[in-house]
């Protein structure tokens, strides 16, 4: 599907890596994308994922949720996906009018423009939980519940209108609170116990390192094909952890339901001759690290310690190839979250 650099450059959000030691056990994630029309791309989409694999997606062409895993299908009947698909279209309908609501923020008249939200839950290996709630406009942070207080964070100041709104709501903040705590945890667990046998999978990275030369010289970590999704490529030299210069990209899905991830060293060449560097790859799959020498020598030369697997597209691509950072406001909320739940409005003035 053809969509613009403007486009990819709104849809970005900020990812962060979790040390292995407070990894995720289980995730629910939604998100939320609308953009202005024109641009051969859908105006409005969302895309449902537990521990990082989309089981659901939804966008404003086809107008109806549908299932994308085997194991959602087999478990959610008709009335399921009629109720998901008209949350959805109350939703479609929000963020239109949310969009409208920002350009005039903003002072804005046309243009590509992107409004989005991301909300979820966490439940971790130790029992504790996580929610968040969290809104975007243009590929930049707009508005996050904080669920401590039971209020929202504006940074933006085309954000306080929505918070001066909302903060005093306090039953409805009360309401977000309990569903992203509880509700939506809930909805985790229902999940997982749908899809325990993908889920739960343990898959060990195949990897490899590769040197370049072209145009500045670096060393690429790239590690495939391991589930779950919560992994650490970090750099040593001669033993000692290197935390500069080091470019981690955003963990990718594979086709296969697998992900990827790459992380980039700069290094000169020089320092290869006389230094030893090693990727350090850590997984929930593999019983102690997985290490990696970066060889030395000249040219372009790689050592692989598994099949690479071919390129792969980002599932999500529609919903979120979002991976900005979270958060959105100012409008009306929308109707939806996570199945069964209605009342997730945006901003309205």
Known sequence: MARSSAMIKTLV?????????????HSLQYFYTAVTP??????????????????????????????????????????????????????????????????????????VHTVQMMYGCELHDDGTVRGY???????????????????????????VI???????????????????EKECIKWLQEYVSYGRDTLERKDPPTASVI???SPSPEVVCHATGFFPKEVMISWRKDGEDVNEDVELRETLPNQDGSFQKRSILKVPAEDLQKHTY?????????????????????GLMAVIVGVLVALVVLVAVVAGIMVW?????????????SPSSSEHELLYD
């Open 278 to 298: 090693t990727c350090v790859i850590q997984h929930s799959s593999l019983k102690e690290e997985l290490v990696l020498e970066v060889p030395k020598g000249g």
């Open 211 to 213: 040197q370049k030369h």
């Open 162 to 180: 929505t918070k001066n709104k909302w903060d005093p709501n306090t039953g409805y903040n009360t309401n977000e609170k309990n569903y992203l």
């Open 13 to 25: 959000f900020f990812t962060c890596s979790l040390h292995l030691s407070s990894a995720v056990t």
């Open 133 to 159: 709630e969290q809104y975007g406009y243009d590929g930049e942070d707009f508005l996050s519940f904080h669920l401590k207080t039971k209020t929202w964070i504006a940074p933006k100041r085309q954000a």
């Open 325 to 337: 950072k979270k958060k959105n406001s100012g409008f009306r909320r929308a109707p939806e979250k």
């Open 38 to 111: 024109g641009i051969n791309f859908p105006e409005f989409t969302t895309v449902g994922q537990v521990d990082g694999v989309q089981f659901d997606y939804y966008d404003s062409d086809i107008r109806k949720k549908i299932p994308k895993t085997e194991w959602i299908q087999k478990n959610e009947g008709e009335d399921y996906w009629n109720s998901e698909t008209q949350i959805s279209q109350g939703n479609q309908e929000t963020f239109k009018v949310n969009m409208a609501t920002l350009m005039q923020r903003f002072n804005q008249t046309g243009g």
